[in-house]
């Protein structure tokens, strides 16, 4: 059975840092894709940072750009999304997801609030 659980969400300040980790089981993880997506309130689920298969190639929403870092170990099958600058347009419900060969599997997500 596939499992992606995120972790490391939470309330911060403006300005603040979070790190989130997606911790994958039941498939191997370097053959898979990784993409980092978010959710606000009333709105779309938008892809925020992408991770290819050998580390060597990456995408980032321009919203994130600067601020946001994305990272996979595939030896401990974590993938890792760094946010640094946090603001409070950052405030989402935010989703792992694992993807080859048009397989798609979700985490169930981690809330990222960013407030004072």
């Known amino acids: 059975q596939v499992q992606l659980v995120e972790s490391g969400g939470g309330l911060v300040q403006p300005g603040g840092s979070l790190r989130l980790s997606c911790v994958v089981s039941?498939?191997?993880?370097?053959?898979?894709?990784i993409g980092w997506f978010r959710q606000a309130p009333g709105k779309e689920r938008e892809a925020v940072s992408c991770?290819?298969?050998?580390?060597?190639?990456?995408y980032y929403a321009d919203s994130v750009k600067g601020r946001f870092t994305i990272s996979r170990d595939n030896a401990k099958t974590t993938a890792y999304l760094q946010m640094n600058s946090l603001k409070p347009e950052d405030t989402a419900v935010y989703y792992c997801?694992?993807?080859?060969?048009?397989?798609?599997?979700w985490g169930q997500g981690t809330q990222v609030t960013v407030s004072s």
């Open positions: 991770i290819g298969l050998s580390d060597g190639s990456t």
């Open positions: 039941g498939l191997t993880l370097d053959y898979y894709h």
């Open positions: 997801k694992a993807v080859r060969l048009g397989r798609n599997y």
